[in-house]
């Protein structure tokens, strides 16, 4: 289950982006930014899928800073 994420509309660095997201599984609802590739479109990102090298289409929000100095994105949707 995707974790609620809160949407800060002020915020000038945070946003919704289409992306890849390399991930064994589907089951996490954030992702070090190492993990996320920010593609422009829904198009590209649903075109950069590839599950046999793990990569899946979704639109995320962030990045955010971890309390541990990372940066996260958050799952927003898979698509």
């Not at 609620?4 to 930014?33: Q, Y």
Request: charge should be positive; aromatic fraction near 8%.
């Amino acid at each position: 289950m995707m974790q609620r994420v809160i949407i800060d509309p002020e915020s000038k660095s945070l946003a919704e982006r289409f992306a890849l997201v390399k991930a064994a599984n589907r089951r996490r609802g954030r992702f070090p930014a190492g993990c996320v590739t920010v593609v422009e479109t829904e198009a590209a990102a649903r075109a950069g899928g590839d599950a046999a090298r793990k990569l899946h289409p979704a639109v995320v929000y962030g990045p955010s800073s971890s309390s541990e100095g990372q940066q996260l994105y958050y799952l927003v949707k898979w698509l």
